[in-house]
């Protein structure tokens, strides 16, 4: 935080996720927003800032002197699943309306048959607000003092696939 601040870069620091069965990710090894604030605090006053807009996923502070600002990415300790306004086509055509889904949704079919853009927005909106994505959150019940996360779904896409 120190080396960003004096070159004059924001930076974001990011909750370690359980970003799919390759990472190895057990809670204990979480280090927690608060945690991340605390330190850079102890040295580096900061003020909390409010969001630049809604469903904004980094929460942020700025330097007290003024130099620049931090955020973090609280994904794990404070999930964000009900503000979330973000979603993932991949290069083969499938949107995913989560980061830990396990299935997406196919645009291939639609776009390859001709579809108009009214009826690929109505397609896209249908798919939105029938979303009850809420991956975040469930883990972080289930992950509640300390213990591991349970399989909650083995099949669930590795982050890389989706652009995480």
């Known amino acids: 935080a120190r080396y960003f601040r004096e070159h004059g870069h924001i930076m974001r620091f ?18 927690p927003q ?9 040295e580096m006053p900061l003020v909390a800032l409010t969001p630049n807009y809604p ?14 600002e931090v955020g973090v990415i609280a994904s794990v300790t404070q999930p964000f699943c009900a503000d979330c306004s973000r979603a993932r086509l991949t290069a083969d055509g499938q949107l995913y309306t989560c980061l830990f ?14 579809a108009s853009d009214g009826a690929l927005t109505d397609q896209v909106a249908a798919i939105w607000l029938g979303r009850d994505d809420r991956y975040s959150e469930l883990r972080t ?8 996360l349970p399989v909650v779904d083995p099949g669930r896409v590795e982050m890389s696939r989706i652009g995480g």
């Open 14 to 31: 990011i909750e370690y996720m359980d970003v799919g069965h390759t990472n190895g990710w057990r809670m204990d090894d979480v280090v």
């Open 34 to 42: 608060s945690e991340v604030i605390a330190r850079i605090d102890a």
């Open 55 to 68: 469903g904004e996923v980094a929460d942020r502070w700025a330097y007290r002197d003024g130099s620049g």
């Open 101 to 114: 889904a396990s299935t997406g949704h196919d645009l291939r079919t639609a776009l390859r048959a001709g």
């Open 141 to 148: 019940r289930a992950t509640t003092g300390g213990r591991d």
